[in-house]
């Protein structure tokens, strides 16, 4: 016994020992890639000498003779700090993920080589400007100069993520820089999806004027009938026919709805600031992920210093300031994609109708590698109106009546793109109107321009605005048949047509996602919104002060006031409240009382510490989900969000909207008391089962949870530990500091879609303007600098954001010199 205790001993010795080693390896091995910021380093390239100092938040700041070499520096930064992030974005792009992941990212490769983005990109690099395409090469071979120091030194394959997958590198090239905006442009456009499910909910419902109630419009001037979809598409499946949505497949950046893109911007011309000068906010909102999709950067061009948010694989500040001019984006909300039902010929499905008869599909067939697996052949096929989807995005194929595909119009599916360009020299412009002229180059995603100069504020909707025809059947807000001249696109309107607010009355411009204009169609802009709640409290917050400084617009930027909730309580309660029987510790009663007690005394904050807000959205959430289950079926599933104006319709009873709390499959007709009521008793019993405690001790933040999640480890045990950022929060849907939640049945209340950049620009002291960023400038896991902005950003404070070269070298982590060869 004694000698197999020994043995037993020794080899159990032995194993911890191996495990030491192998852990001490990994971690050798992965902190090779570690960046050093302290080094001189020659590189073929450059024209001059370039200096990167890197200040205390890990900031780069490029300082180069000349727009090139600062363009190389920014690549280098980069590379040396998202390496594994860009080449992500890049397979992404060329739908060639599967050669890393194997059969998890086939749908995702399959679309988006149908989509055919990256062959879109190349074509556009021809289209840009000369200081642009300048810009783009002296990017790639920074970017490139870092590769080859990788692979000359061995410095661990320049990211850890390297070591599990696929190591090998191409060199970078002008056209991914234009490819990686197309994803971000796939990322935000939601009306695709919006199409889809207007048309599934209206095949779902019996009575077509409740369609208005469930996806109602913005309030504003009306909206003339539709037809429903299934005059439009006849064959299209009714009712019990319809599938529940398919999930998102891995990877996918195809947005889910209602995530497709949010943001805040407002400014203020001098006479509304305190300080005399002009003020601007900003802060897109984007999928949290670690790292953040931000990356902040300074670089020294001709025309001045330029300081703001990046995005990894774009060589140009996206939000930010020079020392001339400010600039926020916001999601316009465009109405820029239409869907088109394609006719097939039933004796050769190689042809579909048009208005001139029969065409031939555009087609090319594409091969897809995938790991572990054979390769996988599809064949793209375009339309006149633009390539066809697979039925599984957004369950298109429950809507896609048999010997009929579906199409796609975008204006992001251009060859000749120049956003790039209007990027570019955003960053050159001298004033307000010079930047509304340049951002005439932008194509897509539309974004509404938020601008300031030391006099002027401004906002413009940048992006192409596609022509319709007056008479379109739809509007562009169901599928409509490709092969009615009508129904197609166009050409484009002309850029002086795109909204356009400068030095406006009052002194104040500004943006929610919120409805802008009010034009009839088809100059109309959109019929779908981001907002229509934040904007409340933001024309609250920005009337209640004559003037305003730095501090009150981030006071707004960081606000958690809901005025959904502020709005729906009243409401959904004005029965229930001092109206119920005295009820003994314990019961069903006892515990909707003390909820309504606590909700009595509630102003609407979305504090992370409060009960409060955790009880409301448990509520809501409970209380459409009973409005609509019985009517929708499974496409309730879809509505996975409250949607405050349904709820409000509801309970106003407005154009008989009421009928939605009977519930048909009953003999009752119940009202919305009881509907309310029975809500309230379902969001009590899901929080006792979810969380087990005492209302009083309740916690908004820890359903609330920020999480920021790494693509690829983000779910592998034990490493999600490491990679994955976790942070309660407080905000949530509908206030100022937006934090979206995930509407997943699992974790409904996580915060996953949220500001990732926040900065605020001051023109009368530039160098007081601050930002920050969700998680921190490095993706490497093993850096101090993967998550340290992260705790800031989660409190609400920020950094200095300055174009003094003396602050970026004081207490600097280190300063690289690219020295020319």
Known sequence: MRFLFRWLLRLASLAIVLAVVAVALVYYLASRSLPDYSKELSVAGLTADVEIVRDNSNVPHIFARSDRDAYFGLGYAHAQDRLWQMMLLRRTAQGRLSELFGRRTLETDSLIRRLDLYNLARSSVEAQT?????????????????????????LGRGAPEFFLFDARMPPWQPADSIAVIKVMALQLSGHLSEEVLRARTSLALDDPDRLADVLPDIPGDGVAALPEYAELAPGARRHAELAPASGEDFLMPLPERGQAGASNAWAAAPDRSASGGTLLAGDPHLGLTAPS???????????????????????????GRSQQLG????SSYLDDQDLHLEELNPDNNNEYRTPDGWAEFRTRRSIIEIKDAAPVTITQRWTENGPVLPGSVYDLGSITPQGHVMSLSWTALSGSDTSMSAAVGLMKAGDVREAIDVSELYVAPSQNLTLIDDETVAMKTIGTFPRRAANHQSRGRLPSPGWINTNRWQGRLPYDQNPEFVAPEGGIVGNTNNKIIDRDFPRHMSFEWGDSQRVMRWRAMMQGREVHTRDSFIEAQLDTVSPAARTLLPLIGSDLWYTGEAAPEGTPERRRRQALDLLAEWNGEMNEHLPEPLIYAAWLRALQERLIRDDLGP????????EPLFIERVFRDIDGAAAWCDVVRSAAEETCTDIARLALDDALVWIDETYGTALESLRWGDAHEAVHEHQVLGEVPILKTFVNIRQSTSGGDFTLQRGRTSGAPEHPFRNVHAAGYRGVYDFADPDSSVFIIA?????????????????????????PMSLDPELARAAAVGVTRLRAE
Request: hydrophobic share 40%; glycine share 12%.
């Open 635 to 642: 496409v309730a599933d879809a509505y996975d969000h409250v």
């Open 775 to 799: 998680t921190g400038q490095s993706g490497h896991l093993l850096s101090r600098h993967y998550d340290d902005l992260g705790q800031l950003w989660r409190r609400g404070e920020y950094i």
């Open 130 to 154: 000369p200081e642009t395409l300048d810009a783009l090469e002296a990017y790639a071979a920074g970017v490139n100069a870092r590769i080859e120091e990788i692979n000359n030194s061995s």
């Open 327 to 330: 600039w926020a984006i916001t």
């Open 293 to 319: 999709i931000w990356y902040l950067a300074r670089l020294q061009l001709s025309s001045g210093g330029v300081i703001g948010g990046t995005i990894p694989g774009i060589p140009a500040v996206m939000v």
